[in-house]
């Protein structure tokens, strides 16, 4: 089994950061890409960042220039560093990750999700 942990969500003003981060565990071989999505109230979950496990990165047109992803030594941790938020980024944000267990199983594991406000 694999868990995806995710941490630094919480409240900041129009213009404020955060930084989340999310750790994969358990019973992995290796972990491929990693992502982080987001889920407004009454809109479908969309795309935020995605880093390749070679850290090749894409980003949605809407957080370009302002949030930034990136993985830790260990590969198992993706984070992502909002800056100059702004009310719209207000959101749920799940962070996700392509694992090859060591069953040689691939399948995408999700996080609980992380909530995010930004007030105006």
């Known amino acids: 089994q694999v868990q995806l942990v995710e941490s630094g969500g919480g409240l900041v003003q129009a213009g404020g950061s955060l930084r989340l981060s999310c750790a994969a565990s358990g019973s992995i071989f290796s972990v491929h890409a990693m992502g982080w999505y987001r889920q407004a109230p009454g809109k479908q979950r969309e795309l935020v960042a995605v880093?390749?496990?070679?850290?090749?990165?894409n980003y949605a047109d809407s957080v370009k220039g302002r949030f930034t992803i990136s993985r830790g030594n260990a590969k198992n941790t993706v984070y992502l560093q909002m800056n100059s938020l702004k009310p719209e980024d207000t959101a749920v944000y799940y962070c996700?990750?392509?694992?090859?267990?060591?069953?040689?199983?691939?399948?995408?594991?999700w996080g609980q999700g992380t909530q995010v406000t930004v007030s105006s």
């Open positions: 880093i390749s496990s070679g850290s090749n990165t």
């Open positions: 996700n990750a392509d694992v090859s267990t060591y069953s040689r199983i691939n399948y995408v594991y």
